[in-house]
């Protein structure tokens, strides 16, 4: 199953279902928060000191969950689809709630240092929400139809061909050849998270053209770089795209975990040594 269809329109799946209840519980938080005076202390702090602050923990472990969740392919996009826009509009709900548990007060202390990463974690996913539609359909119209190991044949296809023509050539051009054939790296280590390297095969193809070459081997040698630069491009924006999801994905879950982790800690402070402790 394609990455495509899985999170083409995930913001609106159900006609934004998940947003409205995400609003709709924000609001009676909020309303609820508005009207605190009109409620016993005793209320007050059971609502939202335990109460609410039990809402974000479980919110976040359901978060968490939908990590695990979605590597289930095999139950269908369409549930997947729904779990993830419930995930991006229940992630995004914290950012109001977690404060509203607070008392809007954010102090230096694990309570503090939980809403900070929470804040974070939220921004990340964010980047996410936009990766993830924007990236997966690019991925495919840039493959044409193609896998990526069938474009990696192709490219040692083309080596095979152009070593074949080597002999046919000049000494310099033979050069020119040769070493790009022999040449198989294809991507560009970390940088190529930000910014695509320079393909090899299309400068060889430039400098074959400034040898002048006026024969059948050498035009099908000038033809056969084009064809191999073509594929070396489609190759590394493939690899860009697919590094970037896998980069943010390394730097969002650690993230994640880190702030649940904050949030355990902070409410297992809160049963052990009770309110304002921690």
Known sequence: M????????????KRMMFAWLALLLVLAVAAAWYWQEMLPPSAVDLGFSYGLGTLA?????????????????????????????????????LVFLVPLH?????????????????????FTGLFGVAFYGFYPRRVTANREGLTFDAMLKRIAEIDIELRGLS?????AANNIV???????????????????????ARRARQALLRLNLDSDAGNRAAALLESKAAVVDRLQR??????????????HVPLSLATLAAVIAH????????????
Not at 2 to 13: E, K, M, R
């Open 57 to 93: 923990l479980v919110i976040m472990l359901w978060l968490t969950w939908f990590g695990v969740r979605k590597r289930s392919y095999a139950k269908g996009a369409g549930r997947l689809k729904a779990w993830l826009s419930a995930h991006v509009y229940l992630g995004l709900s």
């Open 102 to 122: 607070g008392g809007f007060t954010i102090a230096p202390d694990i309570h503090g240092i939980a809403y900070v990463l929470v804040l974070v974690t939220v």
């Open 267 to 278: 409410a297992a402070g809160m049963l052990m040594f009770g309110l304002g402790s921690v």
């Open 2 to 13: 394609s990455a495509a269809p899985l999170h083409s329109g995930f913001l609106t799946h």
């Open 167 to 171: 002999t046919q050539l000049s000494e």
């Open 178 to 200: 040769r070493r790009e054939a022999e040449s198989g790296r294809i991507g560009g280590g970390v940088g190529i998270l930000f910014a695509r390297p320079i393909n090899k």
């Open 238 to 251: 493939d690899i860009q795209m697919r590094s970037r999801l896998r980069a943010w994905l390394l730097l």
